[in-house]
């Protein structure tokens, strides 16, 4: 499981570093919308915590994110099959803001180095 707080500052720095400047990202008159691809950066994180490597990625972008909330993502390895060097895995995962409702979800393939 990760948790974080989508800030102003990482929609804005996300933008930058992305090069998606659509007003609903970067219109600081308004609340900031969080990218999609901003919010996908919470389950490659739990990836990174187990030295996964994908090949494959689908999301299913079920409701925006905006400045201010706290999303929270849990994975579940689905299938795990051991190789000589490393193991293929299926992963799922999903996305909730704090009131419960499921922002993204989706799954990967790939291999966890042994």
Same mark, same amino acid.
């Given at each position: /499981?990760?948790?974080r707080l989508i800030s102003r500052d990482d929609i804005l720095e996300f933008a930058r570093i !992305?090069?998606?400047h659509g007003i609903h990202h970067t219109?600081? !008159?308004q609340k900031l919308l969080a990218h999609g691809l901003l919010i996908a950066t919470l389950p490659t994180k739990l990836g990174g915590d187990l030295n996964f490597i994908a090949r494959e990625i689908s999301f299913e972008f079920l409701k925006g994110v905006y400045e201010? =909330?706290?999303i929270t993502c849990i994975g579940k390895i689905e299938k795990l099959m051991e190789q000589d060097t490393r193991f293929k895995a =299926? @992963?799922?995962f999903s996305c909730s803001n704090e009131n419960g409702e499921i922002? @993204?979800?989706g799954k990967t393939k790939? /291999?966890?180095w042994k």
């Open positions: /499981m990760y948790r !992305s090069g998606d219109d600081q !008159s201010g =909330e706290t =299926e @992963l799922l922002v @993204l979800k790939g /291999m966890i």
